[in-house]
Protein backbone atom coordinates (compact mmCIF):
# COMPACT_ATOMS: atom_id res chain seq x y z
CA UNK A 1 0.00 0.00 0.00
CA UNK A 2 0.98 3.35 -1.17
CA UNK A 3 0.44 6.42 1.25
CA UNK A 4 1.57 10.13 0.34
CA UNK A 5 2.61 12.30 3.16
CA UNK A 6 0.11 14.69 3.90
CA UNK A 7 1.18 18.44 2.57
CA UNK A 8 2.89 21.14 4.70
CA UNK A 9 0.80 23.34 6.02
CA UNK A 10 2.12 25.83 4.27
CA UNK A 11 1.76 24.43 0.47
CA UNK A 12 -1.90 23.86 1.65
CA UNK A 13 -4.40 26.52 -0.53
CA UNK A 14 -5.40 29.39 1.76
CA UNK A 15 -9.32 28.29 1.59
CA UNK A 16 -8.39 24.86 2.58
CA UNK A 17 -6.07 26.13 6.03
CA UNK A 18 -8.91 27.94 6.83
CA UNK A 19 -10.86 25.46 6.95
CA UNK A 20 -8.82 23.13 8.85
CA UNK A 21 -8.45 26.18 11.52
CA UNK A 22 -12.36 26.43 11.74
CA UNK A 23 -12.20 22.69 12.14
CA UNK A 24 -9.81 22.52 14.68
CA UNK A 25 -11.39 25.78 16.45
CA UNK A 26 -14.88 23.60 16.29
CA UNK A 27 -13.39 20.55 17.99
CA UNK A 28 -11.74 22.96 20.66
CA UNK A 29 -14.83 24.49 21.65
CA UNK A 30 -17.19 21.03 21.63
CA UNK A 31 -14.65 19.98 24.14
CA UNK A 32 -14.17 23.13 26.42
CA UNK A 33 -17.88 23.05 26.07
CA UNK A 34 -17.99 19.22 27.83
CA UNK A 35 -15.54 20.13 29.69
CA UNK A 36 -17.41 22.93 31.17
CA UNK A 37 -20.69 20.28 31.58
CA UNK A 38 -18.32 18.23 33.80
CA UNK A 39 -16.90 20.60 35.97
CA UNK A 40 -20.56 21.92 36.56
CA UNK A 41 -22.04 18.41 37.31
CA UNK A 42 -19.11 17.33 39.61
CA UNK A 43 -19.50 21.28 41.87
CA UNK A 44 -23.40 20.56 41.68
CA UNK A 45 -23.24 16.97 43.77
CA UNK A 46 -20.53 18.43 45.88
CA UNK A 47 -22.64 21.27 46.92
CA UNK A 48 -25.48 18.77 47.49
CA UNK A 49 -23.81 16.61 49.64
CA UNK A 50 -22.55 19.24 51.62
CA UNK A 51 -26.00 20.38 52.41
CA UNK A 52 -26.95 16.93 52.88
CA UNK A 53 -24.14 16.36 55.20
CA UNK A 54 -24.05 19.56 56.75
CA UNK A 55 -27.49 21.12 57.27
CA UNK A 56 -29.73 17.89 56.49
CA UNK A 57 -30.96 19.10 53.18
CA UNK A 58 -33.01 16.23 52.00
CA UNK A 59 -34.42 15.31 48.73
CA UNK A 60 -37.24 18.04 48.35
CA UNK A 61 -34.96 20.68 49.34
CA UNK A 62 -31.83 19.71 46.92
CA UNK A 63 -34.11 19.51 44.18
CA UNK A 64 -35.53 23.43 45.09
CA UNK A 65 -31.82 24.07 45.30
CA UNK A 66 -31.25 22.55 41.79
CA UNK A 67 -34.19 24.27 39.80
CA UNK A 68 -33.77 27.55 41.25
CA UNK A 69 -29.70 27.15 40.04
CA UNK A 70 -31.04 26.51 36.98
CA UNK A 71 -33.47 29.59 36.88
CA UNK A 72 -30.25 31.26 37.69
CA UNK A 73 -27.96 29.80 35.37
CA UNK A 74 -30.40 30.66 32.24
CA UNK A 75 -30.80 34.37 33.86
CA UNK A 76 -26.94 34.88 34.08
CA UNK A 77 -26.30 33.21 30.59
CA UNK A 78 -28.55 36.61 29.10
CA UNK A 79 -25.93 38.34 31.69
CA UNK A 80 -23.20 37.31 30.15
CA UNK A 81 -24.05 38.85 26.91
CA UNK A 82 -24.70 41.86 28.55
CA UNK A 83 -21.24 41.94 29.91
CA UNK A 84 -23.24 43.07 33.24
CA UNK A 85 -22.50 39.27 35.35
CA UNK A 86 -19.92 40.16 37.30
CA UNK A 87 -20.91 43.10 38.63
CA UNK A 88 -23.99 41.89 39.62
CA UNK A 89 -23.04 38.75 41.32
CA UNK A 90 -20.10 40.97 43.52
CA UNK A 91 -23.29 43.16 45.07
CA UNK A 92 -25.36 40.01 45.64
CA UNK A 93 -22.53 38.66 47.37
CA UNK A 94 -22.00 41.67 49.62
CA UNK A 95 -26.03 41.00 50.17
CA UNK A 96 -25.30 38.06 51.45
CA UNK A 97 -21.64 37.87 52.86
CA UNK A 98 -22.50 41.65 54.44
CA UNK A 99 -19.90 44.69 53.02
CA UNK A 100 -16.63 42.53 52.35
CA UNK A 101 -18.61 40.27 50.18
CA UNK A 102 -17.54 36.83 48.71
CA UNK A 103 -14.43 35.57 50.59
CA UNK A 104 -12.30 35.29 47.35
CA UNK A 105 -9.13 35.41 49.21
CA UNK A 106 -10.51 31.88 51.02
CA UNK A 107 -11.46 30.76 47.67
CA UNK A 108 -7.91 31.53 46.05
CA UNK A 109 -6.55 29.51 49.45
CA UNK A 110 -8.38 26.53 48.28
CA UNK A 111 -7.19 25.79 44.94
CA UNK A 112 -3.41 26.72 46.20
CA UNK A 113 -3.78 23.95 48.30
CA UNK A 114 -5.50 21.84 45.63
CA UNK A 115 -2.55 22.40 43.37
CA UNK A 116 0.03 21.65 45.70
CA UNK A 117 -1.44 17.96 46.12
Known amino acids: MNVQPPK????????????????AIQIADEQ??????????????????TLHDVYGFGERRLYLLLGNHKRLFLEQAQ????GTQIEYL????KKIFRKSG???DWFAGLL??????
Open 90 to 93: NDEM
Open 8 to 23: AWQSLPPAQRKKIEQY
Open 112 to 117: GEIAHE
Open 32 to 49: IEKNCRIMLDLYMKMICK
Open 102 to 104: FPD
Open 79 to 82: MVKD
